[in-house]
């Protein structure tokens, strides 16, 4: 009997708070269509992520993937760092 893991699933966004102590909130976007009027809407999830060293700053655009729960609504934690936001 061969025991395969599943892959982990992987969410690319951007960081809208670092305030807290090693984790982010990452928000995730995407278009949906309004049921009655048939228009695109921007819709954001927002995702709890640990970020062990606090490397990423508000604005950044980062990719993470699911872990096991490492608090009562962190699921994810930091992959890598896609591309720095604006200097400020």
């Given amino acids: ?5 599943k892959t ?3 969410v690319t966004g951007e960081v809208i708070s670092n305030s807290m102590q090693k984790t982010i909130a990452v928000a995730s976007e995407k278009f ?3 049921p009655i009027y048939r ?3 921007r819709r954001a999830t927002v995702y709890k992520a640990h970020d ?6 508000v604005g950044d655009k980062v990719r993470i993937e699911e872990s096991r729960p490492l608090s009562k609504t962190k699921r994810w934690k930091l992959v890598e760092i896609v591309q720095r936001g604006p200097e400020g």
């Fill in 8 to 10: 982990k699933k992987t």
């Fill in 39 to 41: 228009k695109y809407i």
């Fill in 1 to 5: 009997m061969t025991t395969e893991r």
């Fill in 52 to 57: 062990e060293k606090s490397e990423a700053k």
């Fill in 32 to 34: 949906v269509k309004h």
